[in-house]
Structure formats: C-alpha cells, structure tokens
C-alpha cells in the first residue's frame, strides 16, 4: 500500500537569520529520504539559494512578508516548494551565469545551483502573488540486502 | 559555525585561515571586509585557505569574485588553498575553476608568488 506523504510546512519572516530554519529541516528530510553526505550538502545548498532568494529578490527583505517553504516526502521523492511575495520574474530573462560575459558577475548563479543539484526544478508565479520554486529529488534505491548463505550442499571438492 | 577568519604572514604574502561558514549576510561581508582592509593597508599577494571551511553559497562564491577582481583590479593575486571537494564541486559547475589559482599545498600556493614571497627553509 502506498504510504501517505510526509508533509512539513514552515512560515518564516524575510531574515536571513532564519534560514537555517528551513535548511535544518531540509538536512533532516535528506537523511529521512535516505540520501549520502555529499547529496545532504547539495539539497541544502538548493534549499538555501531558493530561500534566501525569495528573501533578497522576492521580498526585498520586507519583514511584513514571509517565505513559505513546505516539504514532501513520498516513497520515491522529497519535493521542496519556497513561495515568496514579491513581484515575480520571469525566468527565461534571467541572464545565463555560465556565459562568458557573466561568468565574473558576482550573482546570479543560485538558480544554477538549484537546477544542478535537484532532479526537478520548476518556477513559476503563483496564483495569489509571488514566486514559488518546486525542487524535486528522487530518493536513492534501496541498498540490495546481502546475498542469503547458500545452504545447499555442493559447490568445491564435489 | 559563523566565519572566523585568523590572519597570517610569510614575507609579504598574507594567508587568511578561513574556519565555518561563508554564506549569505555575516560570513560573505566579514570576508569582503578583511580582504578590502587588507588591500587598504598595501598588502597585494593573499592566500585564502579553506581547510577549515564547511559551507559556501552563491554568495560566497560572489564573493570570491568580486575580492579575485579587487585584488586583480589593485595589482595583486588572491589564491585559493586546499578547497574541499564540495567547494571545488560548486566552482566547477559554475566554471569558476579556471578562473582561481588554486593550491593543494600551502608552500606551493607560496612559491607561486615568486621573488615575493620568502621560500620555506627546507631541512635536511
């Protein structure tokens, strides 16, 4: 039977400070979903460029406006969604970070880091204001459990 | 942990040890300012060191950008040393890696500055 998503959602102000709220509980659903060291590193680095650009860009540090993250856990995936209130952008006009003209510019390259470290990442503007970024991570498989003894006779000498 | 930062000299090459995190808001602007002051008191040949570092972000990154460019802009080099995997994995995907020098050994990143730098004594 398939079981229900686990499902975890936390409001924060638009502070820096409180980021690592949201990364905390990021490592914990990594470790949850099963993944190794060097994924942990890598989910929270999407999760923290995710928040912390709804913080910068989004809500332009507005502390009346929150960042809105919730976290899915499935059999096979862990989804992140980080909503902010600002004005929206459009994401195709955003400059490419990996063009050598903008490969010295000192910002622009979260987006990148999200789209490289996640299986799925998708922005679009939501409905009633804002950003929302959904990243996806498909779960590792299952470690094999180890090869039963043989409890056959034969094998050496026979 | 927050950034901490311990200052070091060999000659006339400064080496900053740089111990936690360099991330969005205080890590990023404490390594802008050590590096600027560095840069307004004369010194032009600077060693990062990120051993002890844990954690880097976009903003950190831009960081290192902008004090590579300072620094190149004022005359002088800032190197990188003993970047772990998971840094140098972040300048790889945004081909960055090109664009530092980079050391895995500290008398390496030393003598790379030349005439500028005092050479380690060797025993023996």
Do not use: C, W
């Not at chain 1, 993944?35 to 999407?46: G, H, K, S, V």
């Not at chain 1, 600002?86 to 910002?107: C, H, K, M, Q, S």
């Amino acid at each position: 039977m398939m079981q229900a998503e686990k499902v975890v959602e936390i409001t924060i102000a638009s502070s820096l400070e409180l980021i690592d709220i949201i990364t905390l509980t990021a490592d914990h659903f990594a470790k949850l979903s099963g993944f190794d060291e060097e994924e942990l590193y890598r989910i929270n680095l999407a999760v923290r460029e995710s928040v912390a650009n709804a913080i910068e860009h989004g809500n332009k540090y507005n502390a009346e406006k929150n960042v809105e993250a919730r976290f899915g856990l499935t059999e096979l995936r862990l989804s992140v969604s980080i909503r902010d209130h600002g004005a929206g952008f459009d994401p195709e006009t955003l400059p490419d970070p990996l063009d050598p003209e903008n490969l010295l510019n000192p910002a622009g390259r979260g987006i990148l880091y999200m789209r490289s470290f996640m299986d799925q990442v998708d922005l679009v503007r939501h409905p009633e204001g804002g950003m929302q970024i959904t990243m996806v991570k498909n779960r590792p498989a299952p470690s094999s459990p180890p090869p039963a003894p043989e409890t056959s006779s034969g094998g050496e000498g026979k | 942990m927050q950034l901490e930062i311990r200052e070091r000299k060999i000659g006339q090459i400064v080496i900053l040890d740089l111990t936690g995190k360099i991330t969005i808001g205080d890590g990023s602007n404490k390594l802008r300012d050590e590096v600027n002051r560095l840069l307004e008191i004369g010194e032009r040949e600077i060693i990062l060191n990120f051993e002890g570092t844990s954690y880097l972000d976009s903003s950190g990154i831009g960081e290192l950008i902008s004090r590579h460019t300072t620094t190149k802009n004022q005359g002088g080099h800032l190197k990188l040393l003993k970047l772990p995997k998971k840094i140098r994995d972040l300048l790889t995907v945004t081909k960055l890696l090109g664009v530092f020098e980079t050391f895995e050994n500290e008398q390496d990143a030393v003598l790379s500055f030349g005439v500028l730098g005092v050479v380690p004594q060797q025993n023996g």
